[in-house]
Nanobody, 119 residues
Framework: QVQLVESGGGLVQPGGSLRLSCTASGGIFSIYAMLWYRQAPGKQRELVAHITTGSITNYADFVKGRFTISRDNAKNTVYLQMNSLKAEDTAVYYC?????????????WGQGTQVTVSS
């Protein structure tokens, strides 16, 4: 069973930056793809960024060029560097660990961290 704990959220002005961290315990971190999702009030949860076990990254169009996902397997941590933040980036950000198995998959979630972009 993998436990995920996010940190780094907070209040930031438009144009500012934040770095989110998600630290895993209870499992072998390096075997999981890691994903960041977000959910704004009244909206569905949406995928923000994804990093594979081989550190290949993918981003949603609405964050490309502004956000960077990275992982440090030695620290069991995945990061989301968020630059040029906009009001519409305001959401709860969730970390997800995912591994596809033969007939099923493993899927773990953190509790979320609030990011508020406002002047």
């Amino acid at each position: 069973q993998v436990q995920l704990v996010e940190s780094g959220g907070g209040l930031v002005q438009p144009g500012g930056s934040l770095r989110l961290s998600c630290t895993a315990s209870g499992g072998i971190f390096s075997i999981y793809a890691m994903l960041w999702y977000r959910q704004a009030p009244g909206k569905q949860r949406e995928l923000v960024a994804h990093i594979t076990t081989g550190s290949i990254t993918n981003y949603a169009d609405f964050v490309k060029g502004r956000f960077t996902i990275s992982r440090d397997n030695a620290k069991n941590t995945v990061y989301l560097q968020m630059n040029s933040l906009k009001a519409e980036d305001t959401a709860v950000y969730y970390c997800n660990a995912y591994r596809r198995l033969t007939a099923t998959s493993e899927d773990y979630w953190g509790q979320g961290t609030q990011v508020t972009v406002s002047s």
